[in-house]
């Protein structure tokens, strides 16, 4: 009986928790939104010119970023590209002495190797040491291949009018999403916004759950387009453009209960508890939105821009609980014991609003181009909506600024090269302005290589990411490291 209600319990806190909005990454927050927010650029000749594409053009990959833009292609073409992702993260921890418990920096930054145990005969006089090998500190290395987009594109004639229709599948949204705490307390120590907690005094005692999180979503939403762009007037045109998203993704959460922690006055001492909570589940993505854009060209320069329509995503997700209960859990006479629970399944929507991206091209000679956009993605506009709850705006302002550059060295070789922001859409836990996001750069480069009708492209980029969680009683420094390599062949007729 008593296993089957903590199983209820457990059940009712994991379904709150996961209808939460995202928030600061610091500590175990479930997964909802993760990886929505990492949209694709889609074109390695885009890509590797800092994700520009408003203004340059150029080829079938055009549907996807401005349909207008599409107008620049003058012969039927076909695209194939993939990409190869390595994304490397690391979490360093930093614990700050405390003069009423000085060995509880010591055992959760696990620096207690060669410390001798005092002659003690309390509990919480005795040097306290973990019941398990997690280690504060972390590093982690994942690759994965995928197929990254198809497009065809056809110029046609509509009576004296020029247009051109196209057609592809991209992936629109990399939903990879992983972040591992191993060191969380509850309630959190060293929390300081309201207010901090207030210290414990006399004969009073504080219970204190030591437990590491861990959560990861692999998966893609790939958008499916249809586009047309017109020339009404000379070096002038416009374009529409209609999407269809479709996507799944595996999510897995890990929560592992490492000890009970008890308060005194100047001590504290530290249980045993070995549960693991399981959830995974499957979570698949629909919606459909649709696009303006509008390019003009002349012999140095051009301008462009592209408005998305509002839209929402639905999710519909599945998830299971199983739980692990070890031998300091109480549970069956302390023996270690595991308990699935009850498959469940549900729904929520994520409605963004109108973006807007605008770009500019300077082409100061035929071998030479310079390019600029600006993304106003309106990311602290997008609510969340879990089934049977209001919406509530979860993410900050994440405008991003993208520049490129072009150096085509003769007929078949073309030299690119760029930079963008990476302006994420949670700000740190602890910082100073709370609504200031975290920040992140991305390097690209890449080659254009052309054979008669027939060419390729190959980019490459590095996202990389460092901020900081910051509380009372310690420091995260999360770092990330995200390498894409992508490679499209074409065939021009």
Same mark, same amino acid.
């Given at each position: ?31 909802? *939104?993760?990886? *929505? ?29 401005? /349909? ?7 012969? /039927? ?22 003069? @009423? ?52 594109? *056809? ?22 999403? @992983? ?9 959190? *120590? ?120 509002? @839209? ?113 859409? @949670?700000? /740190? ?7 200031? /996001? ?56």
């Amino acid at each position: 009986m008593r296993t089957l209600l903590r199983l209820l319990l457990l059940l009712l806190c994991t379904g709150l928790v996961l209808h939460q909005p995202a928030a600061a990454q610091g500590t175990g927050r479930a997964l909802t *939104l993760e990886g *929505l927010d990492q949209s694709f650029t889609s074109g390695a000749r885009s890509i590797a010119m800092g994700s520009t594409g408003a203004a340059s053009g150029g080829d079938a990959t055009a549907l996807f970023v401005n /349909p207008a833009a599409l107008s620049l292609l003058t012969a /039927p073409e076909i695209r194939l590209g993939g990409v190869f992702t390595i994304t490397d993260s690391k979490q360093e921890q930093d614990w700050i002495p405390n003069r @009423f418990y000085p060995n509880l920096s010591l055992l959760l930054e696990d620096m207690l190797a060669g410390i001798k145990e005092p002659d003690a005969t309390e509990a919480q006089d005795k040097l306290q040491r973990p019941f398990d090998d997690l280690k504060p500190d972390w590093t982690r290395s994942r690759s994965v291949a995928r197929p990254f987009l198809i497009a065809a594109a *056809l110029p046609v004639d509509i009576g004296d009018m020029k247009a051109v229709v196209g057609v592809g599948f991209h992936q629109s949204v990399d939903l990879d999403h @992983f972040y591992q705490n191993n060191t969380i307390l509850d309630p959190n *120590l060293g929390l300081y916004r309201p207010q901090p907690l207030p210290v414990v005094t006399g004969q009073d005692s504080l219970l204190v759950r030591w437990y590491g999180y861990q959560r990861e979503r692999i998966g893609t939403i790939n958008g499916y387009t249809a586009s047309a762009s017109f020339v009404p007037l000379d070096n002038f045109s416009i374009g529409l453009s209609a999407t269809y998203y479709r996507g799944s993704s595996d999510d897995v959460e890990l929560t592992t209960t490492r000890g009970r922690m008890t308060f005194f006055y100047d001590s504290f001492r530290l249980d045993q508890a070995g549960d693991v909570w399981t959830v995974t589940g499957t979570s698949t993505w629909s919606g459909f939105t649709g696009s303006l854009g509008l390019h003009y060209r002349d012999t140095y320069f051009s301008v462009g821009g592209t408005v998305r329509l509002p @839209f929402t995503i639905k999710r519909e997700w599945e998830r299971t609980l199983s739980i692990a209960y070890g031998p300091g859990s109480g549970t069956s006479g302390g023996t270690a014991v595991s308990v699935g629970g009850p498959a469940a399944s549900g729904s929520d929507e994520i409605s963004y609003p109108v973006t807007m991206t605008v770009g500019f091209t300077l082409t100061p000679s035929e071998a030479l181009t310079f390019a600029a956009d600006m993304s106003l993605r309106g990311t602290k506009d997008v609510e969340y909506a879990a089934a049977g709850a209001a919406a509530v705006s979860p993410w900050l302002q994440s405008n991003l600024v993208h520049l490129g550059a072009e150096y085509r060295a003769n007929d078949w070789l073309s030299v690119r090269g760029g930079y963008h922001t990476a302006v994420q859409v @949670f700000a /740190p836990s602890g910082a100073g302005l709370i609504d200031e /996001p975290a920040r992140g750069s991305a390097y690209s480069a890449g080659v254009g290589l052309a054979f008669g009708t027939f060419g390729c492209d190959i980019a490459y980029e590095l996202v990389d990411l460092e901020y900081q969680d910051k509380w009372e009683t310690n420091v995260n420094t999360n770092s990330s490291n995200r390498h894409r390599i992508l490679l499209e062949t074409y065939v021009r007729f």
